[in-house]
């Protein structure tokens, strides 16, 4: 067979090969409906190849048998493109097999007209071989089946361009780019073809540059699928993951400079951007800048802020490296943790607070059995006895003054149990009233008296008479004074005194109390202000809850004041309690 190869002949023929071998190696590659592509591409090569052949040759048996090869790309040219974009977009085909049907209908008619054109001219109504210099081509009048092969082409390469504009017009950059490929793909080639059907240009009158336009087309497409991994879910999924994670994401390479920046977690968003040195961005944050020289793995929390704007980010530090442990950059995630770390600070003194509950709980269950049980006990001991004549009358009356100091420290003990358990267990309403302090003062000096008497100590009201108001709840300050104060008599040695004050100090009324006693030691003073129970013996050996000063330091705090403790060991203490002073 003669071929006279020329310059539209060789270009056609290596490109089509060129194109075809792409397209195998992307068959194989890709998987799915993606590989549809492919067969589009094929067909195009087969048009473009044998087109080559065509325009080699000068035999008009030859090139009829070449345009019958070509006509198996040009068929299904159109309808595998249709194919692609329904499988690209994941339009289930399943279902619709009318649809595969009659996508592939007309060209498997037109591929049938072709071979048998002889017959009926649908395709070719007539022929002749016609010579430009060196060239010899085929110059034909169409038949109506070709119109109808054309006008199909069209429509499917168009519907196949919208149904992926469609599916792709809203979505992220990847594939906006793809999609504006694929519209290249789709009509630069028919848009060569148009200017062949209607006449307006044709390069020696029998050239058409259609196959051209295709295999330009494809051979850009198939090395993008190959280098650049165009149709790949891995760009794809890149961004759609980027977009979804509420990390923050920074790449730096080997010299630190940053890639794709996330401003979110920087004041000063100018500082960063592509090409700045993370060692500049970072310059606020040197525990960050210590690590990022690291090649380990790493995380560490970044606090920022004070008070009600603290913010606390999480920082994982990636390093990158390559199969040989080059490293080539690292990655940073930011994660901002402020609402977990602050949960996590509550749930912990929540614990802490739960756990300290319970050892008073564990504690008082122990002051019940022991400190309450006995007394009682003792008393209706010491009845029984009375009753059967075991002790007589007189010696009864002897121990009623020691019955007596029992019932009060029972007393005073249940009055503490009560206090405490309505204070953990149900709360208490606080009312804020004003008052004179130095009244609440005198009325505690007159309830205490008697047992300050006992061991001689007295209890003096160092107050001017002019009104000392203070805004608070008049009940519980009575009972931080009374405890107060029967904590200075337990604790005082006799013939000593106790010595209540008051005065204005910067918006505060500041109550004192003062006694000359066994004083109270720096670890004591430091549970006190933590609220931790603790009890010790009196001067005289008395027993103590510890109940005491945990309802002061609480009923302190529920009156917006505060509690400060001064004592020296074996010389004495104050009390100082910082009220609200009325207006």
Same mark, same amino acid.
């Given at each position: ?6 310059? #539209? ?64 790309? %040009? ?5 595998? &493109? ?18 595969? #049907? ?29 010579? #430009?210099?060196? %060239? ?28 992926? &504009? ?95 920046? %996330? ?268 609220? %931790? ?51």
């Amino acid at each position: 067979m003669d071929l006279n190869v020329n310059i #539209f002949s060789i270009t056609l023929i290596f490109s089509g090969f060129l194109v075809a071998f792409l397209s195998v190696i992307i068959a194989l590659k890709m998987d799915g409906g993606t590989k549809w592509v492919a067969v589009t591409m094929i067909c195009g090569s087969i048009w473009g190849v044998f087109y080559g052949f065509e325009l080699a040759s000068k035999d008009l048996d030859a090139i009829l048998f070449y345009i019958k090869i070509q006509y198996l790309g %040009i068929s299904f040219l159109a309808a595998s &493109w249709l194919i692609f974009s329904f499988k690209y977009t994941e339009i289930d085909l399943t279902t619709q097999k009318t649809v595969v #049907f009659f996508t592939l209908l007309i060209p498997v008619i037109t591929y049938t007209l072709v071979v048998t054109n002889d017959y009926h001219h649908l395709i070719y109504e007539s022929y002749e071989l016609v010579t #430009f210099g060196t %060239i010899t081509g085929l110059k034909a009048k169409v038949g109506l089946w070709y119109f109808v092969h054309v006008i199909y082409s069209y429509l499917a390469f168009g519907l196949g361009n919208f149904i992926i &504009w469609k599916r792709f017009r809203y979505s992220g950059q990847t594939f906006k780019t793809q999609t504006q490929l694929l519209f290249i793909a789709g009509l630069f080639p028919i848009g060569f073809n148009a200017l062949y059907q209607f006449g307006i240009y044709s390069p020696l009158e029998i050239i058409d540059l259609t196959p051209y336009a295709f295999l330009f087309t494809y051979l850009i497409i198939g090395i993008a699928i190959l280098r650049y991994h165009l149709f790949s879910i891995k760009p794809i999924a890149k961004d759609i993951i980027f977009n979804a994670i509420t990390k923050g994401v920074l790449v730096l390479d080997r010299k630190h400079n940053i890639n794709p920046a %996330i401003h979110i977690f920087f004041d000063d968003q100018e500082s960063i951007s592509i090409g700045v040195n993370a060692k500049m961005t970072f310059r606020p944050y040197p525990e960050l800048l210590n690590v990022l020289d690291d090649l380990t793995k790493q995380e560490l929390n970044i606090s920022s802020g004070h008070g009600d704007d603290q913010r606390v980010v999480k920082v994982a530090i990636i390093p990158l490296e390559e199969k040989r442990s080059t490293q080539k950059g690292t990655i940073i995630l930011f994660e901002e943790i402020t609402e977990e770390v602050k949960t996590k600070e509550l749930l912990i003194a929540q614990k802490n607070e739960l756990e300290q509950l319970n050892n008073l709980k564990d504690k008082y269950f122990g002051i019940i059995s022991h400190d309450l049980k006995g007394p009682i006990f003792g008393i209706k001991a010491l009845i029984h006895h009375t009753q059967t004549g075991l002790i007589s009358n007189e010696e009864f009356i002897e121990l009623l003054p020691e019955m007596s100091k029992n019932i009060d420290n029972v007393s005073q003990l249940l009055e503490s149990l009560l206090t405490w358990t309505s204070l953990q267990f149900r709360g208490e309403q606080v009312i804020l009233e004003s008052f004179d302090v130095r009244i609440a003062m005198i009325r505690q000096q007159q309830l205490l008296n008697q047992m300050a008497n006992e061991k001689n100590i007295s209890i003096l009201v160092d107050v001017p008479e002019s009104e000392f108001n203070i805004l608070a709840d008049k009940n519980m300050v009575d009972l931080i004074l009374r405890n107060l104060v029967n904590n200075a008599v337990k604790f005082s040695k006799p013939s000593s005194e106790i010595k209540l004050s008051a005065e204005i100090t910067e918006g505060y009324t500041k109550i004192c109390v003062e006694d000359s006693g066994k004083g109270i030691s720096s670890e004591d003073i430091k549970k006190i202000a933590d609220g %931790i129970s603790f009890s010790t013996r009196g001067y005289n050996n008395e027993n103590g809850t510890g109940l005491g000063l945990i309802l002061v330091r609480e009923y302190t705090k529920k009156n917006f004041g505060k509690l400060h403790v001064e004592s020296i060991i074996n010389v004495g203490s104050k009390f100082y309690i910082y009220l609200q002073s009325a207006v």
